[in-house]
T-cell receptor
Framework: DAGVIQSPRHEVTEMGQEVTLRCKLI?????LFWYRQTMMRGLELLIY????????DSGMPEDRFSAKMPNASFSTLKIQPSEPRDSAVYFCASSLEDGAYGYTFGSGTRLTVV | KNQVEQSPQSLIILEGKNCTLQ??????????LRWYKQDTGRGPVSLTIMTFSENTKSNGRYTATLDADTKQSSLHITASQLSDSASYICVVSALTGANNLFFGTGTRLTVIP
């Protein structure tokens, strides 16, 4: 099993540009979580999907952020327009159901907005 | 307010020495507590998971303890190795709510030769 796969590993973009982060879940997992990690705030949950349906997006900072899960194995997190304060490492994690059996994290995407 | 606090924020120890990391939480109602290890540039990897009824759980040289009465957990690392250098994150799950995971900000451990 290749685990949770995120792309790109690093992204540097100019302020105002659109950024799309991608995540492929572990086969058989049905829950998908997007997290943002910064030095100041640690890991913060942005949005949580279960069976392709967004269950809780209360962590999404503002309307510039959107996430989709077009099928059971793939998700995207889009920031439009990006701002320097969006610079962080973005992780996705997948699990069976609500994570009672544990979460598997991807290696993250380091986003730098200049 | 549901919170998870870890201490120390950072720690430097000599290779071969033991160390203990602390996690205090106010999450309620409590479901379980996990310790994750996060190497630089990687995603967090689960070390242990403990439910309300479990006091201790080991994973190799890592031993986690849980005191649900005082809402405290510790992660003890025995005979540290250079590869133990990482951030250790305490994550507490609440029983209810879709957004039911609460993360500590981690302890940054550096093991030096």
């Amino acid at each position: 099993d290749a685990g949770v796969i995120q792309s790109p590993r690093h992204e540097v973009t100019e302020m105002g540009q659109e950024v799309t982060l991608r995540c492929k879940l572990i086969s058989g997992h049905n829950s998908l979580f997007w997290y943002r990690q910064t030095m100041m705030r640690g890991l913060e949950l942005l949005i949580y999907f279960n069976n392709n349906v967004p269950i809780d997006d209360s962590g999404m900072p503002e309307d510039r952020f959107s996430a989709k899960m077009p099928n059971a194995s793939f998700s995207t997190l889009k920031i439009q327009p990006s701002e320097p304060r969006d610079s962080a490492v973005y992780f996705c994690a997948s699990s069976l159901e609500d994570g009672a059996y544990g979460y598997t994290f991807g290696s993250g995407t380091r986003l730098t907005v200049v | 307010k549901n919170q998870v606090e870890q201490s120390p924020q950072s720690l430097i120890i000599l290779e071969g020495k033991n160390c203990t990391l602390q996690c205090n939480y106010t999450v309620s109602p409590f479901s379980n507590l996990r310790w994750y290890k996060q190497d630089t540039g990687r995603g967090p990897v689960s070390l242990t998971i403990m439910t309300f009824s479990e006091n201790t759980k080991s994973n190799g040289r890592y031993t986690a303890t849980l005191d649900a009465d005082t809402k405290q957990s510790s992660l003890h690392i025995t005979a540290s190795q250079l590869s133990d250098s990482a951030s250790y994150i305490c994550v507490v799950s609440a029983l209810t709510g879709a957004n039911n995971l609460f993360f500590g900000t981690g302890t940054r451990l550096t093991v030096i030769p």
